[in-house]
């Protein structure tokens, strides 16, 4: 079972990424999917803003095929970029926390692609997820160093 903010919702046994997409999909706009990260995906998060707006920019112009997988999240002023779920331990940079396993987030509906609330920067609808070498190298050409506030995120 995947929890919404709302209803628990029923997964496939071993459900894919596609099964996940799918269900994103068919959720109503205000609604969000409580999922495990290392699943399908990690999850780097950076600051939001016109910083956060530029390293958006600098991936699409610079990962083969376009930028990833992106949420925004204005109200906590982060971005979430979903990444190869690798746990990584060697990601070290001021600029952007890896998280993985046990941590869960919440993604919302793949239909929200414009605030109130998190949004869609760049649609998981096709599976494709940002390239963390790509993102290291726009956090270094951007000069991002501030470490983003990640305690909202985090349970209680």
Avoid: K
């Avoid at 999922?35 to 083969?64: A, H, K, M, Y």
């Avoid at 992106?70 to 990444?83: H, I, S």
């Avoid at 998280?99 to 494709?128: C, E």
Wanted: glycine share 10%; with cysteine.
């Amino acid at each position: 079972m995947i929890s919404t903010r709302r209803q628990a919702i029923p997964l496939p046994p071993s459900p894919g990424l596609d099964d996940i997409i799918r269900l994103l999909t068919t959720l109503p706009d205000s609604a969000g999917l409580q999922l495990p990260c290392f699943s399908w995906w990690d999850v780097v998060i950076t600051r939001n803003g016109s910083i956060g707006e530029d390293l958006l920019w600098w991936i699409r112009r610079n990962q083969i095929g376009g930028c990833g997988a992106v949420v925004t999240d204005e109200e906590r002023n982060l971005m979430l970029w979903l990444v190869p779920p690798t746990g990584s331990c060697d990601w070290l940079h001021r600029g952007g926390v890896w998280v993985s396993r046990p941590v869960n987030v919440v993604l919302p509906s793949l239909r929200r692609i414009s605030p109130p609330g998190a949004y869609w920067a760049t649609s998981l609808a096709f599976g494709h997820l940002v390239d963390p070498r790509f993102l290291r190298a726009g956090l270094d050409h951007l000069g991002m160093s501030d470490t983003p506030n990640t305690a909202s995120l985090l349970p209680g």
